[in-house]
């Protein structure tokens, strides 16, 4: 009996016979030997490894249970065998195991085949070639074992195989005519995989020859805005000539029967090499030296050509760029976000762990603020970095792991449990044992995160902001540089030191005039309003609030802005002994939007508006601070409220946090507002409602 196997879905066997049934591979782990060996291309796979692959912890026996599978699998592919006859199809190799099945056995292998094969055959045989080959599929490759390490770079080269095979399809159609063939079938692929830029190109193509020009070019602008907003990448040279060719309804768009136009725009763009890049007859005579932008545009296209099919070498450069977009603050720092989550994905998918590693250790962009902006792209860029880590081998990819390790910390920031502040003590020996002075400043980075697991703290990020200044100043790390100012500004700020505090101030704001860094004066602009009002200077500590929320609107930062203005304006008041109420028309009132900070707001909102009750139900159900710059600052809120509504358990719950930072100003570590001296909320004070 002649055995066929499936693995373009779930893994099946049939005997080669007039009914063809399939045949009965028992359990999960029997078919995931079956797979494992497919996997393998005819070649040997240690009994050692199998059980590697088969278990993550093995239990005792586990090769005594390999070769029961085996010999399960051998009865049920070689019925017919002779007992004590050797196997012929699953045969026993020096240390192992391996399937020597024929190539056009395994619907896989029989798929690149027909690929290949289709490549050279006239349109007509090339689309009913395309048209079998894709209806072997009947799922993702190798489906029920897509979490396995074993079989990720398999099913990835597969999926990508497949893609290939419905580009070439829908070139088929359009070379015999049939555009609107063509249409369904991408629609559909591009909604899957929308960063095709073949796929864009031919859909557009095809409803350009349907006489769908408005279409065909709103293709090409969605196919833009994708390609910008998921992976920070302008349209390659195939779709620029292709928009270009439908505005000016170019004749070599249309298929004429019998003619053969110079290029088809079915077919990609050759690479464009120094043979083909003349000067457009449009372009004036430069007879100057290049402008920045010029330059810029110049290197761009440079690049464009010389890496046009290398997709790894575009992902791992789109992340430099990603990260020269973050610091430039506003729509830069946002679009930065959206696409790094994009290129992380996308690496992902190549299944290749170092490759992975590297496009999420390359956004080393230093974080001041501890609260996320997108808290969803956080959890899942550190989902990918801890797969990643668990994929990469120890060793020789120490600096791709301290990169990861340092990601976790960076992005589990305000989160409670030990897996951030671990992986910061992780990231932090590893690029001190490696010496490296920029991934220990990114290191480092990960620890000032990380170090707010309780109040009183400011001392420790003073010595790791110092640490930062001085390794960055000596190793030319501008970026990290005026991080550690910042972070000692905030430490100092905290400690009641203004000036060391500005400082650190005046040294972040010339480092960033000098290195065009903006969002670094959003920062210094919200400290001198918390100085202002740390030194008893209400009124203008109240304008300068006003005028720093404005500079921060717009700087790209959701997770520093929502809620933050009526938040300074309540701790200005408080801390100066005035009412919480606001003024009627003040940005501080009941009906503002508080964002993340309404729960330590709540009580003194009630409190204003005489619902006492309500008051402390509301401050009975405050949750643990985050453990962020707010730490002190919400407990100090917390304690005042307890405080003026004389409940007694909640005000000791609030002062058991806040004794550590006795000597310190509420608040104040955030350097962004205060509320002044801690040590006010751990006594009692007369005269409270």
């Known amino acids: ?17 007039v009914d063809g049934d399939a045949l009965a591979l028992k359990g999960p782990r029997h078919r995931a030997v079956l797979a494992r060996l497919i996997v393998a291309r005819r070649r040997v796979v240690p009994v050692a490894r199998l059980v590697e692959d088969l278990w993550a912890d093995p239990p005792p026996g586990a090769v005594g249970a390999v070769q029961t599978f085996v010999a399960a699998l051998r009865r049920v592919l070689e019925p017919e065998r002779p007992p004590r006859a050797p196997a012929r199809l699953l045969v026993t190799d020096g240390p192992g195991y391996a399937l020597r099945t024929e190539p056009d056995t395994v619907d896989a292998w029989r798929f690149e085949t027909a690929l290949a094969t289709a490549a050279g055959l006239p349109a007509p045989q090339a689309l009913a070639t395309l048209d079998e080959a894709l209806g072997w ?69 095809s409803l350009y020859r349907q006489h769908r020009q408005g279409d065909a070019l709103a293709v090409l602008r969605r196919a833009r805005e994708v390609l910008i907003n998921q992976l920070g990448l302008d349209p390659g040279p195939g779709l620029r000539h292709l ?127 501890t609260r996320a902006d997108d808290p969803a792209a956080a959890r899942h860029i550190v989902a990918v970095a801890e797969r990643t880590l668990t994929a990469l081998p120890a060793g020789p990819h120490d600096t791709a792991r301290c990169r990861l390790l340092a990601t976790v910390a960076l992005e589990t920031r305000g989160a409670a449990g030990p897996r951030g502040p671990e992986a910061a003590r992780e990231a932090e020996a590893l690029a001190r044992r490696l010496d490296d002075p920029a991934l220990l400043a990114f290191a480092l980075n990960g620890a000032f995160m990380q170090s707010f697991t309780r109040a009183g703290l400011a001392p420790r990020r003073d010595a790791i902001g110092a640490e930062l200044v001085e390794l960055a100043a000596r190793h030319g790390l501008v970026t990290y540089e005026v991080l550690g100012h910042l972070i000692r500004l905030q430490s100092r700020a905290a400690l009641a030191d203004f000036a060391a505090a500005d400082t650190h101030a005046a040294a972040a704001d010339r480092l960033a005039e000098r290195h065009e860094l903006p969002l670094v004066g959003v920062f210094t602009e919200w400290y001198g309003a918390l100085r202002l009002s740390a030194t008893g200077q209400q009124d203008r500590a109240e304008s300068a609030y006003r005028a720093a929320a404005a500079r921060l609107h717009g700087a790209g930062m959701p997770g520093l802005e929502r809620g933050l203005l009526p938040l300074a304006l309540l701790c200005l008041r408080l801390a100066h002994g005035l009412p919480p109420e606001p003024e009627p028309d003040a940005d501080a009132d009941p009906r503002a939007d508080w964002g993340p900070h309404r729960p330590w707001a709540e009580p003194f909102i009630l409190i204003a508006e005489g619902r006492h009750t309500e008051a402390r139900t509301a401050l009975r159900a405050l949750p643990e601070p985050p453990h962020d710059l707010l730490y002190e600052a919400y407990s100090a809120l917390e304690a005042e409220a307890a405080l003026r509504l004389d409940d007694r358990a909640v005000l000791e719950r609030a002062r058991t946090r806040l004794r550590p930072a006795a000597a310190e100003l509420a608040g104040a570590g955030s350097g962004l507002l205060t509320l002044g001296p801690v040590e006010r909320y751990l006594t009692d004070r007369a005269g409270r409602p």
């Not at 997709?311 to 610091?327: D, H, K, P, Q, W």
């Open 1 to 17: 009996m002649r055995v066929v196997f499936g693995v373009l879905g779930p893994t099946v066997a049939f005997g080669d016979t």
């Open 137 to 205: 599929w009947r799922g993702p490759a190798y489906a029920e074992f897509a979490d396995e390490d074993w079989s990720r770079g398999e099913r990835a080269r597969l999926a990508e195989l497949r893609l290939q095979a419905v580009e070439r399809r829908a070139e088929a159609h359009l070379a015999l005519g049939r555009p609107a063939d063509a249409v369904p079938d991408l629609d559909a692929h591009l909604t899957d995989h929308p960063w095709r830029e073949d796929a864009w190109r031919l859909l557009a193509l």
């Open 243 to 369: 928009e270009s060719d439908i505005l000016t309804q170019a004749p070599g768009l249309d298929l004429h029967p019998g003619t053969a136009p110079q290029h088809d725009p079915a077919q990609p763009l050759p690479p464009r090499g120094a043979g083909n890049c003349a000067p457009s007859p449009h372009a004036p005579a430069d007879k100057t030296q290049p402008t920045t932008a010029q330059l810029w545009t110049q290197a761009a296209k440079a690049y464009d050509r010389a890496v046009a099919g290398g997709a790894r070498a575009r992902l791992e450069s789109t992340v430099g760029l990603i990260r020269n977009l973050a610091v430039t603050g506003g729509d830069g720092l946002a679009e930065a976000r959206r696409h790094r989550t994009a290129a992380v994905t996308a690496a992902e998918e190549f299944a290749d762990p170092e490759l992975t590693a590297r496009v999420i250790g390359a956004y080393d962009v230093p974080a001041i603020w």
